[in-house]
């Protein structure tokens, strides 16, 4: 397989395009099928998505799937239902229309990972990771 370091910049601005027209789309849902039915149809849309990439991973690395321990489960569950709780109040805040809300809280998502994972992970942040979640956050707000 040939290296192309600069390949995940393609997929980042992919990435970043298709959020963008998802959240749009996303919003047209809520007004149809409310904040509950739209975060549904976000994930339950997603999940075939992310099983053929995993399967199409699998194929090209040959890697076997990983077998976590009891203790993961928990914490994967966990962060799943926090996920769709925080999809739905993105919704419900876009779907008020209130979009100074919205990008805020979305843009916070850096430090409040930073936070949620010392508490609850134990992980340590640097006085220079501390500097680029804060240096990274600024910039995105500033570009909102």
């Keep these: 397989m040939t290296a192309t370091p600069w390949l995940w910049a393609v997929f980042t601005i992919a990435a970043a395009f298709a959020q963008t027209i998802r959240n749009a789309m996303q919003r047209e849902l809520t ?3 409310g904040t509950v039915g739209a975060t549904q149809v976000r994930f339950l849309f997603g999940f075939p998505f992310a099983l053929v990439f995993l399967a199409v991973l699998l194929a090209v690395t040959d890697a076997p799937l990983p077998r976590p321990g009891f203790y993961f489960w928990p914490w ?9 709780a925080a999809t ?3 919704l419900a805040a876009m779907g008020e ?4 809300v919205t990008i805020a809280y979305i843009k916070t ?3 409040q990972v930073a936070i949620f994972g010392f508490i609850f992970l134990h992980d340590t942040v640097t006085w220079s990771m501390a500097a680029a979640i804060l240096l990274a956050t ?3 707000n500033r570009a909102a």
Excluded: N, Y
């Design 31 to 33: 007004a149809g099928l």
């Design 76 to 84: 994967v569950v966990a962060g799943a239902l926090t996920q769709i």
């Design 88 to 90: 739905a109040l993105m």
């Design 97 to 100: 229309r209130s979009f100074v």
């Design 109 to 111: 998502e850096p430090i």
């Design 138 to 140: 600024a910039r995105q």
